[in-house]
């Protein structure tokens, strides 16, 4: 009966929204040593801070944004004190069980220990302790928590000891608050995000859980499906109303050509009869007038299919607002992202690479400008899509949507950044991808670059199907692949080829394959700023530029 009156409540709503609606039941300085910072982490009190925040972030994509906000500070004039605090250790052990007493017994031991093999021993026992004990501490995100238990996940500080003091003062400069309004997170605003609903969890190979009791949770997934549904319907309208405008210009200029008339002779005012020309014009406008008339209807359809969207984007919000007084903590999806950060971490560092999962001075060798703090990474980006300008876009219904990944900052000692989805299943139109970016990488610019490859890769794979090794820029590269008989993963290769791409050919520094070349101007073009550069370098790229002006002009790009 419930679920019936629930059914009549959300009448009028996309069919799909009403029932998932209904199924849910929804009607309308520490520098002293490490030993002595060890003696005591556990006094016995516990730190719960349940305090629901507000959305940590944004759910709607303004498509109108072409660039990256600029970056006017990369760090804080004064440092905060957060690492200076004598119990910062204890503050982030604290409340977190056994698990953090393990933690801190196995450390003891590490440290200790002068052994090479019992510390590769203890150094492995750490990893797989430390991970579980941050599963923990990711719960707690959801809620206020201490700036110990947020610095340890966002940036894997457990104990500023173990940095050295330029370290402890260069992350004590980091800018903490998201200033810059992108969708950029640190680990403890992720899990945040995922645990309040702002944001959808990560799709894995047994699709993302949301908890049925969650309903704010579950109707921020609607509100998300809507929101790709109306962006998409705005979208068609302005491509729609385009296109109309266009006809009606080449209406006017048609015009204008029928109402020129030279005067006939020995009659300066009597203007001649129409020429030829004239009368093939005027039934060149009874098409364009049929044209028109159509265009007008199907805008005239799109508006109302844009109004019922936007209605139930609306209702959505609205329900949203009504429930927002029982706004759940869903730690069953906390947990299962946790899970899915744990693989992003471990795909950033690769087999070969360093997997301890604590900063420390004895590991850490970036220099401040390889860092992924949020501010660096917002400053590549932006020059690697003035570069590779269509890095970002996506087509939909013949629409190019720029549309910026979430970008999800782990705290490892990874090199390559990855691309985690393309886009969410459920909006192809509108939705985000995500992408991982190691923090500590030897070369930030060059573990973004390997992110926004894979990230090309995934989606030109997706727009092609079950056809990406014959059409589009996979299958292009696939059959290139094939004839030079290569062998290993063909998406690393892509990978690498597009680094140089990006760092060598935009250069004019000719290090690719004449088809490979080819393949990516043609698909991956550069901005126009660089092809311009280019064309002067070398008679390749001028080649290549001369193609581009003989396709426009058959109209064939």
């Known amino acids: 009966m419930a679920q019936n009156d629930a059914v009549q409540e959300n009448e009028g709503l996309d069919p799909e929204i009403a029932a998932l ?52 500070k990369k760090l804080e004039e004064t440092p905060h004190d957060g690492f200076n605090n004598p119990d910062y250790y204890k503050i982030a052990l604290n409340g977190e069980g056994d698990i953090a007493q393990r933690v801190h017994t196995i450390f003891q031991k590490y440290i200790k220990t002068q052994d090479p093999k019992d510390k590769g021993v203890y150094r492995q026992q750490i990893s797989t302790a430390y991970w579980d004990f941050l599963g923990s501490v990711a719960r707690k995100s959801t809620g206020r928590i201490s700036e110990p238990k947020k610095y340890l996940l966002r940036f894997a500080i457990l104990h500023p000891g173990f940095l050295k003091p330029e370290q402890r003062e260069y992350f004590a400069k980091v800018v903490v608050e998201n200033d810059l309004d992108v969708p950029f997170y640190y680990m403890d605003e992720w899990f945040k995000a995922v645990g309040t609903g702002a944001v959808r969890p990560s799709t894995t190979d047994e699709g993302p859980a949301v908890s049925r009791s969650n309903v704010s949770a579950k109707l921020r997934q609607l509100l998300e499906k809507a929101q790709g549904k109306r962006d998409g319907s705005r979208n068609m309208l302005a491509a729609k109303n385009e296109e109309r405008n266009n006809l009606e210009n080449a209406f006017k200029e048609r015009v204008h050509s029928i109402m020129e008339h030279d005067p006939v002779d020995g009659f300066s005012n009597i203007g001649s009869c129409y020429s030829d020309t004239q009368k093939r014009i005027l039934g060149e406008m009874q098409e364009l007038i049929k044209q028109l008339l159509k265009s007008d209807r199907e805008l005239d359809v799109m508006l109302k299919d844009f109004g019922e969207a936007d209605a139930d984007v609306q209702t959505l919000k609205d329900k949203i607002e009504e429930d927002g007084s029982s706004v759940e903590v869903d730690t069953g999806a906390v947990d299962t992202e946790f899970g899915t950060i744990r693989q992003m971490a471990k795909m950033t560092i690769g087999r070969q690479g360093n997997h301890f999962p604590v900063c420390t001075g004895e590991y850490f060798r970036s220099g401040p400008n390889d860092v992924a703090t949020r501010e660096n990474v917002v400053s590549i980006l932006a020059r690697v899509e003035s570069i590779d300008s269509e890095c970002f876009c996506r087509i939909y219904r013949n629409r190019i949507n720029r549309i910026v990944p979430y970008v999800i900052l782990i705290p490892s000692y990874g090199d390559t950044g990855i691309c985690w989805e393309p886009f969410d299943r459920y909006n192809r139109a509108t939705s985000r991808g995500r992408i991982a970016i190691p923090m500590y990488p030897k070369n930030l610019a060059v573990a973004l670059l390997s992110a ?49 791409w990006m760092t060598k050919e ?9 088809e490979i070349r080819g393949i990516f101007w043609r698909h991956m073009p ?15 790229y001028q080649e290549l530029y001369q193609r581009d002006l003989n396709r426009a002009m058959s109209d064939g790009y």
């Open 452 to 500: 926004v490859a894979d990230l090309r890769w995934q989606v030109a794979k997706e727009k092609a199907s079950f056809y990406w090794m014959e059409e589009g820029l996979t299958g292009n590269y696939y059959q290139w692949f094939q004839a030079n008989k290569l062998k290993g993963d063909i998406k690393e290769y892509f990978i690498q080829d597009y680094i140089l």
């Open 526 to 540: 550069f901005s126009k700023a660089v092809k311009e550069k280019l064309k002067g370098r070398s008679f390749v």
């Open 506 to 514: 935009s250069e004019g520094i000719q290090k690719l394959d004449k």
């Open 21 to 72: 609606l209904s199924e849910v039941g929804i009607g309308i300085d520490s520098s002293g040593s490490f030993e002595d910072d060890f003696s005591s982490p556990f006094p016995g009190t516990d730190e719960t801070g349940d305090v629901l925040p507000e959305d940590a972030g944004k759910s709607e994509i303004d498509l109108s944004e072409q660039t990256l906000p600029a970056i006017t």
